[in-house]
């Protein structure tokens, strides 16, 4: 009933010539009932919007909580609407740690991004030293209320959220199929418990964390696992192809 979604996100990373590589390797493939989307840095945006086949999502890494003005730098939903984008990632890791994302910006992004028409896939997730001192679920609670009370119920349908666990990002380290399952359970179960049965039954739950072609296998197989938000291997047209077929 959750239909599977393979995120591939490039970080600042990639160039044109990537773009023509791994659009032709992924329009060409066959993925079943997957969903793809590509999230890509801001100038090859258009590009990319062009160069993938319509049924392949194109996502922005970040955007502003804020409609248009003096923000020097930043990118509002408002453009990325106007070349045709329609996902953005928001709350990553990384932009939560080096850019100082407080979990209250992450919700109010969220919500802005969404009211405003694009979907989300929202990043929460626990660093080492919390998963250490037993509080991987009151960070991940933590993360997911601020979103939640930006939100209605019905805008929800527009949310994917990403489980990465901070310390198997890039590093290597995935966190083992049980690992993922256990959080991603205990998220549904917030969800059902806090939003609604709705919500918590419909709601894809991403796994991300050096997810690789050798271990999507046994990841996908879990049962709260709706999908995949890869990094490092997104770059590799090879095996995000092999990610992305790990349905088949
Ligand atoms: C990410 O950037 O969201 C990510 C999960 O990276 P990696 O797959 O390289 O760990």
Known sequence: MRKFIVGGNWKMNGSKALVNEISGALNAGDFGPVEIVVAVPAPLLPL?????????????????????GAF?????????????VDWVILGHSERREIFKESDEVVGKKVSFAIKNGLKVIACIGEKLNEREANQTMQVVIRQLEAIRKELSEA????????????????????????????????????????????????????????????????LQSQPDIDGFLVGGAS?????????CRCKL
Do not use: M
């Open 48 to 68: 990319a919007r062009e160069k993938f086949k319509s049924t392949i999502g194109v996502s922005a890494q970040n955007c502003s909580q804020e409609k248009s």
């Open 72 to 84: 020097t730098g930043e990118v509002n939903v408002d453009i990325l609407k106007d070349i045709n």
């Open 155 to 218: 805008e929800w349908a527009n949310v994917v959220l990403a489980y990465e666990p901070v310390w198997a990002i890039g590093t290597g380290k995935v966190a083992t199929p049980q690992q993922a399952q256990e959080v991603h359970s205990e998220i549904r179960k917030w969800l059902a418990a806090n939003v609604s049965q709705k919500v918590a039954d419909e709601t894809r739950i991403q796994y991300g964390g050096s997810v690789n072609a050798k271990n999507c296998g046994e």
């Open 235 to 243: 770059l590799k047209a090879a095996d995000f192809v092999t990610i």
